[in-house]
């Protein structure tokens, strides 16, 4: 089985979280919800990737963000047995949400409450990988 090594941001504004559908144009689980996720470049740290991540998929720079917490990374198996992710999770604050504008690889955005992010169809282990970062308090 190989490995990658992907981060998966969640993105906070007034107590709620972003969640991106995947569009067609991607690779891997299209139509799925997901945080702002991508594979790590080589010579980026987790957090640099993250950042990275987030100005490509959502036109926030980090004067927009501010870093909450980075959590332990997970082992996420796919479900189609080939590949295992290991997921860095990162929570960040959005200072200005107006100025989110979405690149091709999403077709959708929604401000939801995280209690209610196991009813959306995501990701694998998306539920589990915003555990690693939900028990840290944020707000701005």
């Known amino acids: 089985m190989k490995q ?3 981060v998966t941001s969640f ?3 007034e107590g709620k979280i972003l969640l991106l559908r995947r569009s067609d144009r991607v690779r891997t689980y299209q139509g799925r919800w997901a945080g702002v996720s991508g594979s790590i470049d080589e010579g980026h740290t987790p957090e640099q990737q993250a950042r990275v991540e987030i100005l ?3 036109g926030l720079t980090d004067a927009d963000v501010r870093l909450v917490v980075s959590g332990d990374p997970l082992a996420v198996d796919d479900p189609d047995g ?3 992710w290991l997921v860095h999770p990162f929570r960040f604050l959005v200072l200005e949400p107006d100025r ?3 690149d ?3 077709v959708e955005m929604r401000w939801i409450d995280p209690t209610d992010l196991g009813s959306f169809e995501t990701v694998p282990s998306l539920v589990e990988t915003w555990q690693r ?3 840290f308090a944020g707000g701005a």
């Open 4 to 6: 990658r090594s992907v």
């Open 11 to 13: 993105l906070e504004y």
């Open 56 to 58: 490509e998929e959502t």
């Open 82 to 84: 080939e590949r295992r």
């Open 100 to 102: 989110i504008r979405l």
């Open 104 to 106: 091709w690889e999403h």
């Open 133 to 135: 970062v939900s028990a």
